[in-house]
């Protein structure tokens, strides 16, 4: 998938890859709508981020879903 262009495909892709690669047990709280593209670089740099690795500490979890939540279109 092409990520360099902003879109809301774009946008779905990456949210449901995060959620699928830290199987989130509350994934319904991290829906594609509740994102748009204002935010799409630093979205596609946590994308990249998560994918490259293989686990993650409970904090480093905590992080991650800090920053889904602060990248939510309010």
Same mark, same amino acid.
């Given at each position: 998938m092409n990520l360099t262009q902003p879109s809301?495909? =774009?946008?779905?892709? +990456?949210?449901?890859?995060?959620?699928?690669?830290?199987?989130?047990? =509350?994934?319904?709280? +991290?829906?594609?709508?509740?994102?748009n593209t204002d935010s799409y670089e630093d979205l596609v740099y946590l994308y990249e981020m998560v994918m490259k690795r293989e686990a993650f500490s409970p904090s480093e979890m905590q992080a991650i879903v800090a920053e889904l939540g602060s990248l939510r279109k309010d």
């Amino acid at each position: 998938m092409n990520l360099t262009q902003p879109s809301t495909e =774009n946008v779905t892709f +990456m949210i449901e890859g995060i959620k699928d690669k830290l199987r989130m047990v =509350n994934a319904d709280a +991290m829906k594609p709508e509740h994102f748009n593209t204002d935010s799409y670089e630093d979205l596609v740099y946590l994308y990249e981020m998560v994918m490259k690795r293989e686990a993650f500490s409970p904090s480093e979890m905590q992080a991650i879903v800090a920053e889904l939540g602060s990248l939510r279109k309010d």
